[in-house]
């Protein structure tokens, strides 16, 4: 079957670096989504990947191996505004996504 | 209006009742999508539309309908629905089918209880 795993929660420092890990089965792979939702929001896009290596973008940067079924979500100079759920959705075979059951991230100062 | 819109942005409904929800997109895309998110689950991709016609139905129960009118309006009729249909209903847009690098642009939702 089709089934993406990352942690339930994980809790950080305000001013430090946090890796959200993810691995993912799936019928054949498009790519690799990473979202952001704050509580009570909708889900914002933060990063795509489909070519193994890292993309960085501003404060987070985002990682893909292929051959390991495995991504993760690099965020670093924490800042309180960080703190919420953290999606992760790989693209099948059909182009649909499967999503996990998100990462909720804490931020403490 | 810019982005993905839905109204209502909360509902209560009786098991009886029926209602809709409705979803606009200002973005020019044409693929359109339901999802449903309840608490520390993963979303559940209920339906796809590409250029108004459904591409996806992922075994959801009749008692949801949906409808789209044109690529930039999207409906869900509800009717007869259950307690465990109580959920956020995420409404989202993208440019071309989800997958080609085209990241899906979210509404806010409508908080959906049934009782």
């Known amino acids: 079957g089709q089934n993406i795993d990352q942690p339930t929660e994980m809790t950080a420092t305000e001013g430090a670096i946090v890796q959200i890990n993810c691995t993912y089965q799936t019928s054949g792979f498009n790519g690799l989504f990473w979202y952001q939702q704050h509580a009570g929001e909708a889900p914002t896009f933060l990063s795509y990947n489909v070519l193994d290596g890292l993309e960085e973008k501003g404060r987070f940067s985002s990682f893909l191996s292929r051959s390991k079924g495995y991504s993760y979500l690099l965020l670093k100079e924490l800042q309180m505004k960080d703190s919420a759920s953290y999606l992760c959705a790989a693209s099948d075979s059909n182009y649909q996504l499967i999503w996990g059951a998100g990462t909720k991230l804490i931020i403490k100062p | 209006e810019t982005g993905v819109t839905q109204t209502p942005r909360h509902l209560v409904m009786g098991m009886t009742n029926k209602k809709s929800l409705k979803c606009e997109q200002h973005?020019?895309?044409?693929?359109m999508y339901w999802y449903k998110q309840s608490a520390k689950k993963p979303l559940e991709l209920m339906f796809v539309?590409?250029?108004?016609?459904?591409?996806e139905n992922n075994s959801v129960p009749s008692r949801f309908s949906p409808e789209c009118p044109n690529s930039s309006h999207l409906f869900l009729h509800l009717h007869t629905l259950q307690p465990e249909d109580s959920a956020l209903y995420l409404c989202a847009s993208s440019q071309d089918l989800a997958g080609e690098g085209n990241e899906q642009y979210f509404g806010p939702g409508t908080r959906l209880t049934v009782t």
């Open positions: 539309y590409s250029l108004e016609e459904r591409v």
């Open positions: 973005l020019g895309h044409n693929a």
